[in-house]
């Protein structure tokens, strides 16, 4: 089993960036496909990144595509997605995500970012 504790939501404004980091406990974090979701007030639980194991292989959703990057460091038990050019579309409570190999799924507490515009 693995631990997923998100750390640096906030309120941002439009245009503004801001980096989200997911600390990962327990063993093998490399062997997990890690992700972000979002959530948006009344709205549906979303796609918004993925990076298999070794991060050499992201997808992104096309709404934050070319703005936000997800990177992991397998050293540190960490997954974290840089958020670029803020819209108040963005606005949503960001949920880590982890996956092992037989498609068991684990997720985080979640993070609130709030873009005002």
């Known amino acids: 089993q693995v631990q997923l504790q998100e750390s640096g939501g906030g309120l941002v404004q439009t245009g503004d960036s801001l980096r989200l980091s997911c600390a990962a406990s327990?063993?093998?974090?490399?062997?997990?496909?890690m992700g972000w979701f979002r959530q948006a007030p009344g709205k549906e639980l979303e796609f918004v990144a993925a990076?298999?194991?070794?991060?050499?292989?992201?997808e992104y959703a096309a709404s934050v595509t070319g703005r936000f990057i997800i990177s992991r460091d397998n050293d540190k038990n960490t997954v974290s997605l840089q958020m670029s050019n803020l819209k108040p579309e963005d606005t949503a409570v960001y949920y880590c995500?982890?996956?092992?190999?037989?498609?068991?799924?684990?997720w985080g507490q979640g993070a609130q970012v709030t873009v005002s515009s």
């Open positions: 995500h982890a996956r092992d190999y037989r498609d068991y799924e684990y």
């Open positions: 327990g063993r093998a974090f490399s062997s997990y496909a």
């Open positions: 990076c298999n194991w070794n991060g050499n292989d992201d």
